[in-house]
């Protein structure tokens, strides 16, 4: 299942509705990414489809009202620890823009 932004909003208003609190881990494909799907061979092996992309908290602050931004950081990162070479590559700009990202944002 791959959620439109419209469904994305709707669970988040789920949450910011139903918990005093919150925090909300959410991972996002880049906005590249849902544009190119179609010649990217790793994602057309899985079958996905991706209606829905972000690059930061800013891109989906309109969905995520009532939520504050905490961190955006990117999978990259992460992935350095299983696989140290792509440390050669983490420094480039395109590196970290074309990741899939992590957000991290919390209820106000």
């Known amino acids: 299942m791959y959620l439109t932004a419209g469904e994305n909003a709707r669970m988040l208003s789920i949450i910011r509705e139903n918990f005093d ?3 909300v881990i959410m991972e996002c494909i ?4 849902v544009k190119r799907e ?3 061979k790793s994602i057309q ?3 996905a489809r991706f209606v829905f992309g972000a690059d930061s908290f ?5 969905i995520a009202r009532g939520y504050h931004k905490i961190k955006d950081d990117n999978i990259l ?6 696989t140290p070479s792509l440390k050669l590559i983490d420094w480039l700009p395109i590196a970290r823009k074309i ?7 919390g209820k106000d």
């Open 77 to 82: 990162r992460g992935m350095r620890v299983l």
């Open 38 to 40: 179609r010649v990217e």
């Open 30 to 33: 880049a906005k590249m990414w």
């Open 58 to 62: 800013a891109d989906i602050k309109d």
């Open 21 to 23: 609190t919150a925090t």
């Open 45 to 47: 092996q899985t079958g």
């Open 99 to 105: 990741t899939q990202k992590i957000l991290i944002f």
